[in-house]
């Protein structure tokens, strides 16, 4: 848990959030700034930097495990999922998250 962690704080319950979907480790919640018509950060509660950062084989499969339940219980099934990694690559939140979203069309090669 880092105190300056926005991700941290939300997937801890500092910070009020509904939670889309919680498993012991894993927290799915809305995208504050929703880039389709549904959004879901799928977010470890421990503070992971990146995906570079994530060496637990049980905690990468609760990831997907929660990302699928999530999605499942929205009645989603086509959606795109991202993990920014790096600056290069995008991320502005160093707490490792799965984007998800749905609800548009996708383009490919993403920008
Ligand atoms: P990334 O650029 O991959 O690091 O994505 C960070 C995402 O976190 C962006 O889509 C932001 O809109 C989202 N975000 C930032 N702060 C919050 C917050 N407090 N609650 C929910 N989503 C957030
Ligand atoms: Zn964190």
């Given at each position: 848990m880092s105190d300056s962690c926005i991700f941290c704080k939300t997937a801890n319950g500092q910070i009020p959030s509904d939670f889309v979907y919680e498993t012991k480790r894993v927290v799915v919640f809305k995208d504050i700034n929703p880039q389709a018509p549904t959004h879901l950060l799928v977010v470890?509660?421990?503070?992971?930097?990146?995906l570079n950062d994530l060496n637990d084989k049980d905690l990468t499969a609760e990831l997907f495990e929660a990302l699928k339940a999530a999605v499942k219980k929205l009645g989603i099934s086509e959606y795109r999922t991202v993990i920014n990694t790096g600056k290069g690559a995008g991320q502005e939140v160093f707490h490792l998250h799965i984007h998800v979203m749905a609800g548009r069309s996708f383009s490919w090669p993403a920008g």
């Open positions: 470890p509660k421990e503070h992971i930097e990146t």
